[in-house]
Protein backbone atom coordinates (compact mmCIF):
# COMPACT_ATOMS: atom_id res chain seq x y z
CA UNK A 1 0.00 0.00 0.00
CA UNK A 2 1.72 3.37 -1.14
CA UNK A 3 0.71 5.87 1.85
CA UNK A 4 2.70 8.58 -0.41
CA UNK A 5 0.69 11.69 -0.26
CA UNK A 6 1.03 14.02 -3.01
CA UNK A 7 0.48 17.90 -3.14
CA UNK A 8 -0.26 20.05 -6.14
CA UNK A 9 -0.21 24.00 -6.63
CA UNK A 10 -3.66 26.08 -7.92
CA UNK A 11 -1.99 25.70 -11.56
CA UNK A 12 -2.42 22.06 -11.86
CA UNK A 13 -5.84 22.14 -10.16
CA UNK A 14 -7.32 24.52 -12.85
CA UNK A 15 -5.99 22.27 -15.44
CA UNK A 16 -7.19 18.78 -13.93
CA UNK A 17 -10.30 20.12 -13.08
CA UNK A 18 -10.85 22.22 -15.58
CA UNK A 19 -12.00 25.02 -13.28
CA UNK A 20 -11.05 28.40 -12.92
CA UNK A 21 -9.17 29.60 -9.54
CA UNK A 22 -11.92 31.57 -8.96
CA UNK A 23 -14.38 29.13 -9.65
CA UNK A 24 -11.85 26.92 -7.09
CA UNK A 25 -12.13 29.79 -4.49
CA UNK A 26 -15.83 29.94 -4.47
CA UNK A 27 -16.35 26.17 -4.19
CA UNK A 28 -13.99 26.42 -1.40
CA UNK A 29 -15.91 29.37 0.70
CA UNK A 30 -18.82 27.29 0.18
CA UNK A 31 -17.16 24.32 1.75
CA UNK A 32 -18.05 22.01 -1.53
CA UNK A 33 -14.32 21.25 -2.71
CA UNK A 34 -11.10 20.44 -0.55
CA UNK A 35 -9.69 22.84 1.47
CA UNK A 36 -6.00 23.61 0.75
CA UNK A 37 -3.05 22.95 2.93
CA UNK A 38 -0.88 25.63 4.26
CA UNK A 39 2.63 25.20 3.49
CA UNK A 40 4.69 28.48 4.27
CA UNK A 41 2.93 32.20 4.21
CA UNK A 42 0.75 32.57 1.62
CA UNK A 43 1.71 29.47 -0.11
CA UNK A 44 -1.16 26.71 -0.39
CA UNK A 45 -1.10 22.77 -1.72
CA UNK A 46 -3.88 20.34 -2.03
CA UNK A 47 -4.02 16.44 -1.86
CA UNK A 48 -4.17 14.92 -4.81
CA UNK A 49 -6.21 12.20 -2.96
CA UNK A 50 -8.87 14.71 -1.43
CA UNK A 51 -9.13 16.42 -5.18
CA UNK A 52 -9.31 13.15 -6.98
CA UNK A 53 -12.34 11.81 -4.30
CA UNK A 54 -13.55 15.05 -4.82
CA UNK A 55 -13.97 14.68 -8.53
CA UNK A 56 -15.14 11.17 -8.47
CA UNK A 57 -17.80 12.16 -6.50
CA UNK A 58 -18.91 14.81 -8.72
CA UNK A 59 -18.92 11.64 -11.66
CA UNK A 60 -20.93 9.45 -9.30
CA UNK A 61 -23.60 12.72 -9.09
CA UNK A 62 -23.84 12.51 -12.88
CA UNK A 63 -24.01 8.44 -13.22
CA UNK A 64 -27.26 8.79 -10.01
CA UNK A 65 -29.00 11.54 -11.98
CA UNK A 66 -32.27 11.28 -13.08
CA UNK A 67 -31.07 12.42 -16.57
CA UNK A 68 -30.84 10.39 -19.48
CA UNK A 69 -27.41 8.95 -19.03
CA UNK A 70 -24.97 6.60 -18.92
CA UNK A 71 -22.33 5.15 -16.69
CA UNK A 72 -19.22 5.63 -19.19
CA UNK A 73 -17.24 5.30 -15.66
CA UNK A 74 -15.49 1.48 -15.67
CA UNK A 75 -13.16 0.30 -13.47
CA UNK A 76 -10.22 0.06 -16.13
CA UNK A 77 -9.84 3.66 -15.64
CA UNK A 78 -9.39 3.51 -12.04
CA UNK A 79 -5.71 3.80 -12.59
CA UNK A 80 -5.75 6.18 -15.03
CA UNK A 81 -4.96 10.00 -13.68
CA UNK A 82 -8.22 11.31 -13.31
CA UNK A 83 -8.59 14.93 -15.60
CA UNK A 84 -11.88 16.65 -16.72
CA UNK A 85 -12.03 18.68 -20.04
CA UNK A 86 -13.92 22.10 -20.57
CA UNK A 87 -15.73 22.68 -23.76
CA UNK A 88 -13.34 25.02 -24.98
CA UNK A 89 -10.30 22.26 -24.47
CA UNK A 90 -12.59 19.60 -25.78
CA UNK A 91 -13.46 22.10 -29.16
CA UNK A 92 -9.59 22.66 -29.61
CA UNK A 93 -8.50 18.79 -28.92
CA UNK A 94 -11.43 17.34 -31.65
CA UNK A 95 -11.82 20.57 -33.71
CA UNK A 96 -15.57 20.36 -33.18
CA UNK A 97 -18.25 23.07 -32.80
CA UNK A 98 -19.85 22.84 -29.83
CA UNK A 99 -23.25 22.25 -31.44
CA UNK A 100 -21.23 19.28 -32.88
CA UNK A 101 -20.08 18.10 -29.30
CA UNK A 102 -23.73 18.12 -27.87
CA UNK A 103 -24.78 16.58 -30.49
CA UNK A 104 -22.70 13.54 -30.55
CA UNK A 105 -23.81 13.18 -26.99
CA UNK A 106 -27.26 12.59 -27.95
CA UNK A 107 -26.34 10.75 -31.09
CA UNK A 108 -23.45 8.97 -31.09
CA UNK A 109 -22.81 8.50 -27.39
CA UNK A 110 -20.17 11.02 -27.09
CA UNK A 111 -19.75 10.85 -22.93
CA UNK A 112 -22.22 13.21 -20.95
CA UNK A 113 -20.77 15.92 -18.73
CA UNK A 114 -19.89 16.21 -15.08
CA UNK A 115 -21.34 18.62 -13.44
CA UNK A 116 -18.49 20.65 -11.37
CA UNK A 117 -20.21 24.46 -10.14
CA UNK A 118 -22.97 26.08 -10.67
CA UNK A 119 -22.25 26.90 -14.17
CA UNK A 120 -19.15 25.14 -14.97
CA UNK A 121 -19.45 20.90 -16.17
CA UNK A 122 -16.62 18.93 -17.38
CA UNK A 123 -15.93 15.98 -19.21
CA UNK A 124 -14.02 12.82 -17.73
CA UNK A 125 -10.90 12.61 -20.29
CA UNK A 126 -10.75 8.85 -20.01
CA UNK A 127 -14.31 8.39 -20.94
CA UNK A 128 -13.33 11.41 -24.07
CA UNK A 129 -10.95 8.73 -24.86
CA UNK A 130 -12.61 5.15 -24.84
CA UNK A 131 -14.85 6.87 -26.85
CA UNK A 132 -12.56 8.11 -29.69
CA UNK A 133 -10.84 4.28 -29.33
CA UNK A 134 -14.01 2.54 -29.97
CA UNK A 135 -15.15 4.97 -33.01
CA UNK A 136 -11.61 4.51 -33.98
CA UNK A 137 -11.91 0.93 -33.96
CA UNK A 138 -15.21 0.65 -35.38
CA UNK A 139 -14.33 2.77 -39.03
CA UNK A 140 -13.44 0.85 -41.78
CA UNK A 141 -10.17 0.16 -42.95
Request: proline share 4%.
Amino acid sequence: MNNKVKIVNIRHLVIACALSRSTINTLMKQESFPAPIQILGRAKRWDIGEVEYWMRERIVERNHSKKKCYEYYCLENENRPLRFHSIASLRAEFDLARSTVYDMMKNEGFPYPVQLSARRVGWVESEVIDWHDRKKSKRKT
